[in-house]
């Protein structure tokens, strides 16, 4: 009787497959998981060559997934992560206690379900206290010691794996509103230290428009209840925008607003191994899925 003979898989091309479908390049891929370009090029052809089919379109600079490619990449993802999760399950040293880890408040939800979630599983000893605030406040709070570490949103990018990702900072409003052309155009933005304020307000200022405030709240309830009523537009992480809120166009005649970037900070001494393995999976999290800009 002949059968179907079964053939593994090497976590080394998948890792490359996934780097590859992120950057949309061999090169930038190579660098994201410590590669030579030919070194990922070739893993590339041999995971191809292994399941048969062409995981990525070639016509055009940037490497775009086959349709082959897409229907494969969430099986890859799951299979790298179990990969990693019973490696630490088998080889890490069994960590136990308590953690307290700052978000922003507007980018718990696009980032942290999967990172805690992931987390969670591969330590499952370790409890998560999750703080939400302003990034200025949750700087406070790490120089105080009443967080462990923290993700941060601001306009420079911290040093090496430190910066996980560069965002654009987008003028949201209504669906379909009119709220960006009016003068004095109504604005919806956090308080004193909401970490978009002053780049938002001096972007306006610098490009000559009138504007008046309708509500300044580091609250994201009260906040985006303004800009779905079309009340008024404010600034968000593009990545941020929830589906009932609409980019508002260039024709609006709103200034381009610069880059930030979402970093993470750990205080300069005193960082338990508990911290240090946190901050380790948030990197190596933001390397694998959100690495890019949006």
């Known amino acids: 009787m002949v059968g179907t003979m079964t053939r593994d898989i090497d976590i080394a091309l998948l890792r490359a497959f996934l780097a590859v479908a992120e950057t949309g390049g ?3 891929a190579g660098r994201l998981i410590n ?7 070739q893993q590339i052809k041999r995971l191809e060559e ?14 775009r997934l086959t349709d082959t490619g897409e229907k494969f990449i969430s099986h890859a993802r799951q299979l790298v992560s ?23 408040h507007d980018i718990v939800a696009p ?11 591969a330590r499952p000893d370790v409890g998560i206290s999750l703080v939400s605030g302003t990034t200025p406040r949750l700087l406070r709070m790490l120089e105080r010691g009443e967080v ?46 909401c970490a978009f304020r002053a780049t938002a307000l001096a972007a306006l200022r610098e490009s000559g428009i009138d504007w008046r405030m309708t509500i300044q709240v580091s609250d994201t309830g009260p906040l985006l209840a303004t800009l779905e009523a079309d009340l008024a537009v404010g600034p968000m992480l593009a990545s941020t925008v929830p589906p009932t809120l609409a980019v508002t166009r260039q024709s609006a005649g709103l200034p381009t607003l610069p880059a930030f970037y979402i970093n993470l900070q750990l205080p ?27």
């Open 82 to 104: 179990l990969n990693d999760e019973v490696w630490q399950m088998m080889t890490v040293p069994r960590l136990a206690g308590e953690v307290i880890l700052g978000v922003p």
């Open 148 to 193: 462990n570490l923290t993700l941060t949103t601001e306009p420079s990018p911290a040093k090496g794996e430190d910066m996980l990702c560069e965002q654009a900072l987008v003028w949201v409003g209504a669906i379909g509103g009119g709220a960006c052309r009016k003068r004095p155009l109504p604005v919806s933005i956090g308080d004193e230290t």
């Open 26 to 28: 061999m090169t930038r």
């Open 35 to 41: 590669l030579t370009q030919a070194a990922v090029s």
């Open 268 to 294: 300069a001494a005193g960082v338990s191994e508990i911290t240090r393995t946190l901050a380790g999976h948030i990197r190596a999290q933001f390397a694998l899925h959100y690495r890019l800009a949006a």
């Open 50 to 63: 292994l399941l048969g089919q062409p995981l990525f379109d070639r016509g055009s600079k940037l490497l």
């Open 111 to 121: 980032y942290m379900p999967q990172i805690l979630r992931s987390f969670s599983q």
